[in-house]
């Protein structure tokens, strides 16, 4: 598949944009070239990938010409620990506004990570830091997959429960390059907004957050327990109501809606 070449030296994010037809995982892609010297802003964008993951390792499913998979490569100089924690979320704004844009499509965000459309996921998001010998952050690489194309069939019965594509809520979906060209502007945007705009940034966070009020299943000291999303804290964390109605603040995790 020809790709047009997406770079732009005015970018913060996408200065420099290298595309394969197929990749084990953009991610995988995006750390060998930080080791190797690359800038930051450096994205990569593959057209199918063989061994795509979320969170926790999981599996991501990649199938080529169905999806846009694109990992960016990132230097934060000077910032903190909680700083950095925002990246995620941050970048799930980033990417709601990216496919607002392009389809008129009202994305809402599963905590903390998951981008949905009428409560199935349709983007994942897998930020992964690296850092240097003494104990700094050297960089960080953030990825996004979004689904294109994919109809029920392409999922399967079990995925096809819980996960969507753009192309079953719009008759005509964006190209891969032209989800990639919007979401390179959002996410420049987002690292000249980085930290500063902390306000901006959790306020639709917030908006957007698919789990405000609803009951959920989430592990607590061990055990899965049911309990009520509160709503999300200025440090991005979820505060949830325990079975006891006590209250705490979950910082990561799998969180699971109640049917």
Not at 25 to 31: E, G, L, Q, V
Not at 68 to 91: A, C, F, I, K, Q
Not at 187 to 195: E, Q, V
Request: net charge negative.
């Amino acid at each position: 598949m020809s790709f047009p070449d997406l770079s732009d030296p005015d970018r913060l994010v996408g200065r420099q944009v290298l595309y394969y037809e197929t990749l084990n995982s953009t991610n995988t892609r995006c750390h060998e070239l930080a080791q190797a010297g690359a800038e930051s802003g450096t994205a990569v964008i593959a057209g199918g990938q063989s061994a795509g993951r979320g969170r926790r390792g999981r599996p991501f499913q990649s199938p080529a010409g169905k999806g846009l998979y694109l990992s960016v490569l990132l230097r934060p100089h000077d910032l903190s620990p909680d700083e950095l924690s925002r990246l995620t979320p941050w970048t799930a704004v980033a990417a709601c506004r990216a496919i607002e844009a392009l389809t008129g499509l009202s994305p809402t965000v599963k905590w903390v990570n998951d981008l949905l459309l009428e409560g199935k996921k349709f983007c994942g998001i897998l930020t992964e830091l690296s850092y240097a010998e003494a104990g700094a952050l050297d960089y960080a690489v953030v990825g996004i997959g979004v689904d294109l194309t994919q109809s029920p069939e392409d999922f399967g019965p079990e995925l096809s429960t819980i996960a969507t594509s753009l192309g079953q809520h719009m008759a005509s979906p964006p190209s891969p390059a032209q989800t990639a060209q919007a979401l390179l502007v959002q996410l420049d945007r987002m690292w000249r907004d980085f930290p500063a705009a902390q306000a901006e940034y959790l306020g639709e966070y917030r908006r957007r957050c698919a789990l405000a009020g609803r009951p959920i299943h989430f592990q607590y000291e061990g055990q899965l327990v049911r309990g009520v999303a509160l709503g999300v804290n200025p440090d991005f964390s979820l505060q949830v109501r325990l079975p006891d109605e006590r209250e705490t603040a979950l910082t990561a995790g799998e969180i699971s809606v109640c049917l």
